[in-house]
């Protein structure tokens, strides 16, 4: 470690290279995992948010939520510890008063009982009491400016509803949800509110302890599936973390790449140094761990240099920028950035060992 140190300490413009290409190849994995991360949370926050087990839809909807319809006496089929009513409908909303496409906001309307464990906690406002008045996600809040007390025009329909309160973490299909009534979300989707047991609802969330076996459904119409396998059949969400992820995989690899050539050619330009190291009764051995701990330096630093540039970074991004940091994948990345740098110059420790001193001498 000390000759690894040493020599980087006295060839610095070249090391530095290396560092800067390290540099740049972790800043743009971590921001590609920041990216993807965030763009899935917009997905999924809102079901997370429930903590349940598994949702049943009917048979024909194809684990589209959009396009599952049960009636109340069907949902009533459905056993379970806990279960808690949901319709869904998405919708596009602007603030009362304004116009233009700027003003336009897709949104999903959850239509729920607020006696139920659907209902979210409320951190700004109060709860909604009508089926006129909805708690929204505070991205709204955020990025499109609404406020408490803001009335939202629904397209398609003369339905109105009042901004009552605000919840955090619930984003459905990278679209902010408006919670309101279940009587609320029929007006919004069928234009009629329909208590009776032909009333319509979307889908029927369940928890059991884990055990979604054992929930019955005595109806041949409808299906449960766990939350996992739902969120993954969620249109474009499994495609979008497929993607991320192989992007992700390559880079770690070309960064190993990468870094395994500079080694590799710095290791060639020292063969004669090596050589007379060797001569000296310097063993290969310890020029070999030199060179590893001299990859490990490099890719600690130009890793740690591209992570605090990706945090700084993300201070400043605006909020429409779907970007979420998770602890647990910045981890496991740097560890791999840094182990796959050090399988890189591997291939430079063979070449140390292979060093005749007579030859590299001349």
Do not use: C
Request: aromatic letters at 10%; glycine letters at 8%.
């Amino acid at each position: 470690m000390f000759l690894a140190w040493k020599e980087i300490k006295h060839s610095k413009t070249r090391f530095a290279l290396i560092i800067g290409v390290m540099l740049l190849v972790s800043y743009l994995v971590y921001f590609l995992i920041g990216l993807s991360y965030g763009l899935a949370q917009a997905n999924r926050t809102a079901i997370d948010k429930w903590e349940a087990d598994g949702i049943v839809l009917t048979d024909e909807s194809n684990t589209n939520i959009g396009m599952s319809m049960m009636t109340f006496e069907e949902a009533k089929k459905v056993e379970g510890k806990e279960t808690a009513l949901l319709g869904q409908a998405p919708n596009v909303v602007r603030k009362s008063g304004e116009t233009g496409e700027e003003s336009k906001i897709n949104v999903s309307f959850f239509g729920i009982n607020d006696d139920e464990f659907l209902m979210p906690e409320v951190v700004e406002g109060k709860s909604f009491t009508s089926n006129d008045e909805v708690i929204a996600d505070i991205t709204l809040k955020e990025k499109e400016g609404i406020v408490l007390g803001d009335v939202l025009e629904l397209a398609g329909t003369d339905k109105k509803v009042e901004v009552v309160g605000f919840t955090e973490g619930a984003q459905f299909s990278v679209s902010p949800v408006l919670y309101t009534t279940i009587s609320g979300y029929q007006e919004i989707r069928f234009d009629a509110i329909d208590e009776s047991e032909n009333g319509r609802i979307s889908a029927v969330i369940v928890r059991n302890n884990g055990e979604l076996e054992t929930v019955t459904e005595k109806s041949e119409d409808l299906v449960a599936y766990p939350i996992a396998e739902y969120i993954n059949k969620i249109p474009g969400y499994n495609a979008q973390v497929l993607t991320f992820g192989l992007m992700i995989g390559f880079l770690v690899v070309i960064a190993a790449i990468v870094i395994g050539i500079f080694i590799y050619v710095l290791t060639l330009q020292k063969t004669s140094l090596f050589g007379v190291m060797k001569a000296q009764g310097i063993s290969s051995g310890y020029i070999s761990r030199s060179v590893l701990a001299q990859t490990f330096l490099l890719a600690v630093i130009g890793v740690g240099i591209g992570l605090v540039l990706t945090i700084l970074t993300s201070l400043v991004l605006p909020p429409a920028v779907p970007y979420s940091t998770n602890i647990m994948f910045i981890a496991a990345i740097t560890f791999l950035l840094i182990v796959f740098a050090v399988l890189g110059a591997l291939f430079s420790v063979r070449t140390v060992v292979k060093i005749d001193p007579l030859e590299a001498i001349g």
